[in-house]
């Protein structure tokens, strides 16, 4: 019995070491004009060795109006560890998604009515940091949407993962796990 609930234990701590929320601060360039936003949530999660980005609730704000464009979602993609960090490159067409956010209808959004948009992601992180570049190519509007994100996710520690309390959530957390279950 002991043995499952080991097992069990090390699967939970696996999943929650590969999700990350950043808040992030935005920068969106569109026709040299910059609008710029606070608290974006940012979401990386890995799932059988690849990775998804998740911008929720993307909005565009310039002179006092908001344009709610939607999720992008990025998913299934490889990353290359290096240099202490994560890097995904991402370069296709994606369908952006209604948000969720409650301030708007699922109509409000504008992402979409656009169908497939080329869509150039270069994301950088760690456990603890992220930057990412977007640039969304608007073909029909002949101009590109460029996206700026810099997050940071709150260290990890006591019951958020950090079993050890060593600063990191890492193997050595389910290793602790294991030891406490099987010596108890």
Known sequence: MKHFIAILAAACCTLAINATTYSSH???VVNGIVSEQDEVQVEVTQTDGLYNLSLKNFCLSAEGITMPVGNIEVTGVEGVDEYGYTTILFKAPIAIVPGDDP???ESDWIGPMLGDVPLDLTARFT??????????ELAIMGQTIGVSLFGVAPAASGLNGDVNKDGEVNIADINSVIDIILNN
């Open 103 to 105: 301030a708007y209808q």
């Open 127 to 136: 456990d603890t940091a992220l930057n990412a570049n977007i640039d969304i």
């Open 26 to 28: 935005l920068k969106v």
